[in-house]
């Protein structure tokens, strides 16, 4: 999980937790900016969660794209 990795290395947060109606959603999210909201998937384990936050924190890097899953869930 490279990324996150230097995401964490460069002072960002991620972070694990219920949010407003959503029992987990991970957030990964720098100095300025929210770079990721993921909702778990129904039966997803802890590690697939991470590695798809891995791949939306690359893809906010390459692309500058905010992935934020929680808009559907609102």
């Known amino acids: 999980m490279r990324n996150i990795d230097e995401l964490l290395q ?3 947060s991620v972070s694990i937790e219920p949010r407003d109606d959503i029992p987990c959603v991970a957030c990964a999210a720098d100095f300025h ?3 990721a ?3 778990r998937r ?3 384990s802890l590690t697939a969660l991470l590695k798809r ?3 939306a924190v690359a ?3 390459s692309d ?3 992935t934020d899953e929680t ?3 609102g």
């Open 64 to 66: 500058t794209v905010v």
């Open 37 to 39: 909201l993921l909702v």
């Open 10 to 12: 460069d002072g960002g």
């Open 33 to 35: 900016n929210t770079i």
């Open 42 to 44: 129904n039966g997803e």
């Open 53 to 55: 936050l891995d791949k």
């Open 59 to 61: 893809r906010y890097y």
């Open 71 to 73: 808009e559907a869930q």
